[in-house]
């Protein structure tokens, strides 16, 4: 059975430092990796996805890399900024499987 | 716009009551889910529909029963509502294939 796990579950940093967000998941038969956004109270925000044929995606300042034989993805932050606050998921589908198994999430807090 | 988006967003409720959050996407995805997100914000699949079909039921009450009149459409119907029911439920869909989910901005359910 498929676990993902986040690590770690907080993290508070300065505005304007860059960080990493760590994901690992137990099954590497994945089609692809996903991260999302939650802000408190609200839905969730897809950030990235990254087919398991990908190594890194890139978005604005969020770059996710994918490494499927290790069973582990990366978030990286470049320059947070406080708007950047939120909780971070992180999740991937099993082979064959239509579910979504998630982390339980990291909380970012950016202190201006 | 293209979304995936249930309603409603607040739903207070007394126990025993029974109620329905409605789901639509339309993205035109074959598959749509219902999850649910406790109180320690961990998400948790609860059912997958794909082209109308269930093809997942974790294990969930029995009081908890999904219906989908299209591939567009998931409902989830709660009878005999309970304390422990309060939570976020979140609608999602996605393509088959290595695509990835869009979720709906979520629906608290509160039971009192």
């Known amino acids: 059975k498929q676990e993902v796990t986040q690590i770690p579950a907080a993290l508070s940093v300065p505005e304007g430092e860059n960080l990493v967000l760590n994901c690992s998941f137990t099954d590497s038969a994945i089609y692809n990796l996903q991260w999302f956004r939650q802000d408190p109270g609200k839905g969730l925000t897809s950030l990235l996805l990254?087919?398991?044929?990908?190594r890194e995606q890139t978005s604005g300042r969020l770059n996710a890399s994918l490494d499927k034989s290790s069973g582990r993805s990366t978030l990286y932050i470049a320059a947070s900024q406080p708007g950047d606050s939120a909780t971070y998921l992180c999740a991937v589908p099993g082979a064959g499987s239509y579910q979504l198994t998630f982390g339980k999430g990291t909380k970012l807090s950016v202190i201006p | 716009d293209t979304a995936v988006s249930q309603t409603p967003k607040y739903l207070v409720t007394q126990m025993g009551n029974d109620k329905s959050i409605k789901c639509e996407q339309n993205l035109g995805h074959d598959t749509m889910y219902w999850y649910k997100q406790d109180s320690k914000k961990f998400l948790k699949i609860m059912f997958s529909y794909n082209n109308k079909e269930l093809i997942i039921n974790e294990t969930v009450p029995n009081r908890f029963s999904p219906k989908s009149p299209d591939k567009a459409h998931l409902n989830l119907h709660i009878n005999s509502l309970e304390l422990g029911d309060s939570a976020v439920y979140f609608c999602?869909?996605?393509?088959?294939?290595?695509?990835?989910?869009?979720f709906g901005s979520g629906t608290r359910l509160t039971v009192v």
């Open positions: 990254i087919q398991s044929s990908q």
């Open positions: 999602a869909s996605s393509q088959e294939g290595a695509h990835g989910y869009t």
